[in-house]
């Protein structure tokens, strides 16, 4: 590949990705120029995690309780929402 073809899927790349995302997250990374950095801000924003919270988001699952007549579904949101 040529170095325009890979500038070209590079821009492509990084398109598809924001176009992935919440508004809220695509602010925090609008200004990343490259696949990779826009990756990297990523993981520093969502994927890093303290001990402390891991441990509150375990906490938090183990003592989960379902209320009587609400849908699974919803409860199924609720542990998602916990855990994403």
């Known amino acids: 590949m040529t170095d ?5 899927l590079e821009v492509k790349a990084v398109s598809v ?3 992935c995302l919440a508004p809220h997250v695509l602010r925090d990374v609008l200004n990343m120029a490259t696949a ?20 509150r ?5 183990c003592t989960f309780h379902m209320a009587k007549g609400t849908p699974v579904q919803k ?5 998602w929402r916990v855990w994403m």
């Open 17 to 19: 990705i924001q176009l």
């Open 36 to 55: 990779v950095d826009l990756w990297t801000r990523l993981e520093e924003l969502y994927i890093t995690k303290s001990l402390a919270n891991k441990i």
């Open 75 to 79: 409860h199924l949101n609720e542990i």
């Open 57 to 61: 988001l375990k906490e938090r699952l």
């Open 4 to 8: 325009e073809e890979w500038e070209e």
